[in-house]
């Protein structure tokens, strides 16, 4: 096996890697990096789904990265579009030449007498496991399983005669015109896919167990347009941007404070979108709290205008049994079908399952806190991205990795060789990790990092606060140690 080295090592090469490369090439200049990228195509979630209608579930102008102003006029992209914008950022900085595809990192070894990491991974190519040193680790590997979709097992599916497909494995062929489909879920992908397919298919149905929160908003921002047309791009770029961080962090504050208030506009937006006699009450009334769990974006209020036309429906029930010919409900009825799509949702996976071993002693992540919700108690030289639930992931792996080089930079300056977050004191277990009641964070909640009762061992979710602390704060404190 041949062995290399460099100083920093990012794992995956999706939106967070390609990010992180480009501010140690403007940043950190002095160091020398690789990307080891499982898949054969940069762009980890965006190269990955293929199903009609791909699109960020964010506005581009907090999605795109502050540094590479978003150009198109819609707010939100399809995913083809967002590849082509991951792509430029590479061709751009001259980061594809530093990724080293069909690479899977399986285990990572630190040694804190020799300063540093070593990294198996399996070379897809040939199924030979390699190794490579590093000093800083970077984890930019996503927060889901790529290999393997969510679905429950639900009673008497192999008994169904037509196609039974999950967004994440969604076949290049898959003809759906004509037939009759059923989306099981009403998160971000049920509600992308249905009005994508609804004028191909017979008839669309969306069933769900129980209503999601909507927010529907104009695909083009008027006031942004205005601006471009008297200044240009980037000035346009940063005004929208501010105003959707800031509208962003006013309505999740407005949801937590008064949530009936804010469950009451939500509804009264769909109702605005829907006939007066559709059945609000039981289709789009969740049971809990705005912003328990993601509100799903929809752009110009597309899959209520499907709804309108009568290309697709809203069923709300639970499943008792799949059938031969479709879906049989607990109420009794039955649910025909060609094609069914579970869009039931993915299994959170950190660390992308890999082993990790501090000077031999293996490390818990679901044992251990996170210092400034992107380094991991008494595990040294290692950073980890995790974006934000209540807002784009971006606009925190933009400010993991603006830290992170400020760090590297400080090390440098100092002749340190490693840092290793280490609480000054006891600190209290304060609360989850995430702060999300959503069936793909409950089913791990055993599995997440702790959360401390005090700053930085907060995973904060206030991008604000996150500004002032990692893009302005000070990189010396008394719980972050420094090895020479």
């Given at each position: 096996?041949?062995?290399?080295?460099?100083?920093?090592?990012?794992?995956?090469?999706?939106?967070?890697?390609?990010?992180?490369?480009?501010?140690?090439?403007?940043?950190?200049?002095?160091?020398t990096y690789r990307i080891l990228e499982s898949r054969d195509q940069l762009g980890g979630t965006w190269d990955l789904f293929r199903y009609p209608g791909i699109r960020s579930d964010s506005d581009m102008t907090t999605m795109g990265f502050r540094f590479k102003p978003w150009k198109g006029e819609k707010l939100v992209?399809?995913?083809?579009?967002?590849?082509?914008?991951?792509?430029?950022?590479?061709?751009?900085?001259?980061?594809?030449?530093?990724?080293?595809?069909?690479?899977?990192?399986?285990?990572?070894?630190?040694?804190?007498?020799?300063?540093?990491?070593?990294?198996?991974?399996?070379?897809?190519?040939?199924?030979?496991?390699?190794?490579?040193?590093?000093?800083?680790?970077?984890?930019?590997?996503?927060?889901?399983?790529?290999?393997?979709?969510?679905?429950?097992?639900?009673?008497?599916?192999?008994?169904?005669?037509?196609?039974?497909?999950?967004?994440?494995?969604?076949?290049?062929?898959?003809?759906?015109?004509?037939?009759?489909?059923?989306?099981?879920?009403?998160?971000?992908?049920?509600?992308?896919?249905?009005?994508?397919?609804?004028?191909?298919?017979?008839?669309?149905?969306?069933?769900?167990?129980?209503?999601t929160y909507y927010v529907v908003r104009p695909n083009i921002n008027p006031l942004g347009n205005f601006i471009r047309r008297i200044t240009n791009n980037t000035i346009a770029y940063y005004v929208m941007r501010w105003q959707n961080i800031n509208m962003q962090s006013f309505f999740f504050k407005r949801a937590r404070?008064?949530?009936?208030?804010?469950?009451?506009?939500?509804?009264?937006?769909?109702?605005?979108?829907?006939?007066?006699?559709?059945?609000?009450?039981?289709?789009?009334?969740?049971?809990?709290?705005?912003?328990?769990?993601?509100?799903?974006?929809?752009?110009?209020?597309?899959?209520?205008?499907?709804?309108?036309?009568?290309?697709?429906?809203?069923v709300t029930d639970h499943i008792d049994e799949f059938t031969q010919k479709g879906i049989k409900l607990k109420s009794g009825d039955e649910l025909e079908a060609d094609i069914i799509v579970t869009a039931t949702g993915f299994n959170i996976l950190l660390f992308g399952n890999i082993d990790i071993t501090v000077d031999?002693?293996?490390?818990?992540?679901?044992?251990?806190?996170?210092?400034?919700?992107?380094?991991?108690?008494?595990?040294?030289?290692?950073?980890?991205?995790?974006?934000?639930?209540?807002?784009?992931?971006?606009?925190?792996?933009?400010?993991?990795?603006?830290?992170?080089?400020?760090?590297?930079?400080?090390?440098?300056?100092?002749?340190?060789?490693?840092?290793?977050?280490?609480?000054?004191?006891?600190?209290?277990?304060?609360?989850?990790?995430?702060?999300?009641?959503?069936?793909?964070?409950?089913?791990?909640?055993?599995?997440?990092?702790?959360?401390?009762?005090?700053?930085?061992?907060?995973?904060?979710?206030?991008?604000?606060?996150?500004?002032?602390?990692?893009?302005?704060?000070?990189?010396?404190?008394?719980?972050?140690?420094?090895?020479?």
């Open positions: 096996m041949e062995q290399k080295h460099v100083n920093i090592l990012i794992v995956g090469a999706g939106l967070s890697g390609i990010g992180a490369a480009y501010h140690i090439e403007k940043e950190s200049p002095q160091k992209a399809e995913g083809g579009a967002i590849l082509e914008y991951l792509n430029e950022i590479a061709d751009e900085n001259s980061i594809k030449e530093k990724i080293q595809y069909h690479s899977h990192v399986h285990s990572v070894s630190w040694s804190s007498d020799e300063s540093r990491w070593t990294v198996t991974y399996k070379n897809k190519r040939n199924g030979i496991n390699e190794i490579i040193t590093c000093d800083f680790l970077y984890f930019c590997a996503g927060y889901y399983d790529y290999d393997k979709a969510y679905v429950p097992n639900f009673k008497g599916m192999e008994n169904f005669k037509g196609q039974i497909v999950h967004p994440q494995k969604w076949p290049d062929d898959l003809d759906y015109e004509g037939k009759r489909v059923v989306v099981i879920g009403s998160g971000a992908t049920a509600v992308t896919l249905i009005p994508s397919m609804a004028e191909k298919t017979e008839h669309i149905t969306m069933l769900q167990r129980s209503p404070r008064y949530p009936k208030r804010v469950k009451d506009f939500l509804i009264g937006l769909v109702k605005d979108h829907l006939p007066e006699d559709y059945d609000i009450e039981k289709h789009f009334t969740p049971p809990y709290n705005p912003w328990d769990q993601r509100l799903c974006l929809v752009p110009d209020g597309d899959l209520f205008n499907s709804i309108k036309e009568g290309n697709a429906s809203v031999n002693k293996s490390i818990d992540p679901s044992k251990s806190m996170t210092y400034k919700g992107m380094m991991v108690s008494n595990v040294p030289n290692l950073i980890m991205t995790f974006g934000y639930t209540n807002a784009s992931w971006t606009l925190r792996a933009d400010l993991t990795a603006e830290y992170a080089c400020r760090l590297f930079n400080y090390m440098d300056k100092n002749g340190y060789k490693y840092c290793q977050p280490t609480p000054n004191g006891k600190i209290e277990i304060d609360g989850e990790w995430l702060d999300f009641n959503s069936g793909y964070v409950l089913r791990v909640l055993d599995k997440l990092p702790l959360q401390g009762a005090r700053d930085p061992w907060r995973n904060t979710q206030n991008y604000k606060k996150d500004v002032l602390q990692l893009r302005y704060g000070r990189i010396t404190d008394k719980e972050l140690k420094f090895i020479s």
